[in-house]
Nanobody, 128 residues
Framework: QVQLVESGGGVVQAGGSLRVSCAASGRIFNTYINSYVMGWFRQAPGKEREFVAARSWDADSTYYSDSVKGRFTMSRDNAKNTMYLQMNSLKPEDTAVYYC?????????????????WGQGTQVTVSS
């Protein structure tokens, strides 16, 4: 199994920065860690869950949605089995619950259905 736990959400003013974390664990995950793809999605009230960013655990190439490209950066800490999403120049429209997701696939997916494991989500609120 794979367990994902997000943390680091909060309230920030527009133009500010916030970093959310995703701690991954589980026997299967630890065994095949380099074969996992990690993604970040977000869901605002009344809207569909949308793709934000994704990368393979063992590669540096990262995909970003057009709405966050240049402002958000995804990174990892191998020692902690943790993925991060650094969010800069935040806008009120970035307000959403942010979810971490994982999938053991050979490609990087950008849709919700391509991920098998999800965290509980962490709220990010950007005030204007």
């Amino acid at each position: 199994q794979v367990q994902l736990v997000e943390s680091g959400g909060g309230v920030v003013q527009a133009g500010g920065s916030l970093r959310v974390s995703c701690a991954a664990s589980g026997r299967i995950f630890n065994t095949y860690i380099n074969s996992y793809v990690m993604g970040w999605f977000r869901q605002a009230p009344g809207k569909e869950r949308e793709f934000v960013a994704a990368r393979s655990w063992d590669a540096d190439s990262t995909y970003y949605s057009d709405s966050v490209k240049g402002r958000f950066t995804m990174s990892r800490d191998n020692a902690k089995n943790t993925m991060y999403l650094q969010m800069n120049s935040l806008k009120p429209e970035d307000t959403a619950v942010y979810y971490c997701a994982a999938a053991r696939r050979g490609y990087i997916g950008t849709t919700r259905g391509e991920y098998d494991y999800w965290g509980q989500g962490t709220q990010v609120t950007v005030s204007s």
